[in-house]
């Protein structure tokens, strides 16, 4: 499968570490805003080239992997490029999936090609998981817990602050919610009271920091809803304590199948890379949006309209025979 990635940040260049670790797949082109010439990436055999040329519509990928940001870059670019290509997104603003699927849906039925979105692990996987349980357990509840960890939706976010140079944003449990859940107790907890938000930010010279911190914490969809804490840090003190990239947390369901008789489900996933783990994500279903599109697919999908097999290399004999 040829396949192409847009933007060569952190998720790109996650995204391109997974591919090297398929071998059904190959990476074409790496498309840039930036000057190509001034890009190197970490496949020698592909290509890193212009969006210009992707926007003739014309470049040979299987599939487009799209790694921009929620805030902007997504709701433009998935459906842009769907009405070219067959394309694939990680967007996060989960308040706001339905229009941008509705808008990917569109382009992607008009041009014959199959639009993915919201494709990573949450959403995503713990997509997944919420819908496995609620289907097993109707009479139950889930519970979602980010973190303690890296939210790169959330960075880019504050990045995109005018007089904001750098920043990280941690998503961080409150134990007791955790707490609470684990043992069975089906809480009622508002969004306030089962997360708190740590920001670090690098400020330009001579920056309104008051003005920054107040946009921060009333951000809708991102802050607003949220007991937000924000510090403003040297260019030295991000690069020495914030350069890594984790993250991990849980989906958490209890349900009962009779009366008395409760269950508590719970996935979690603890990772070193935020990026890198999104990327696998987006590469295993980039494998499915071309597999759906060979088949004659058209239109807009998401997660729950994958069967676990279109993600594999392996054949479903061999599914079967080593996974079942």
Known sequence: MKVGILGYGNLGRGVEAAIKKSNDMELVAVYTRRDPSSLTIATPSAAVKSTADLDTGKEDIDVLIICGGSATDLPEMTPKYAAMYNVIDSFDT???????????????????????????????????????AASILPDGQAYTFWGKGVSQGHSDAVRRI???????????????????????ENPELTTREKHTRECFVV??????????????????????????????????????????????????????????????????????????????????????????????QTGGRTVFDVAPAQLSPLSGEELRAHML
């Not at 308040?95 to 979105?117: C, M, Q, R, Y």
């Not at 005018?162 to 069975?184: F, H, N, S």
């Not at 009366?259 to 696998?280: C, Q, R, W």
């Open 94 to 132: 989960h308040a706001n999936i339905p229009t941008h699927f509705a808008n990917v849906d569109k382009a992607a039925k008009e041009s014959g090609h199959i639009g993915l979105i919201s494709c990573g692990w949450d959403p995503g996987m713990f997509s997944l998981n919420r819908v496995y």
């Open 162 to 184: 005018d007089g904001v140079k750098d920043a990280r944003q941690y998503t961080i449990p409150v134990p007791a919610a955790l707490e609470r859940v684990r043992a069975g």
């Open 203 to 296: 400020a330009e010279e001579g920056a309104d920091l008051a003005r920054i911190e107040n946009e921060i914490k009333t951000m809708p969809n991102y802050f607003s809803d949220y007991d937000t804490t924000v510090h403003f840090i040297s260019e030295e003190e991000m690069k020495r304590d914030h350069s890594g990239l984790p993250h991990g947390g849980s989906v958490i369901y209890t349900g009962t199948s009779s009366e008395g008789t409760k269950h508590v489900v719970e996935y979690s996933l603890t990772l070193d890379s935020n990026p890198e783990f999104t990327g696998a994500v987006l590469v295993a279903y980039a494998r499915a949006v071309a597999r759906m599109a060979a088949a004659g």
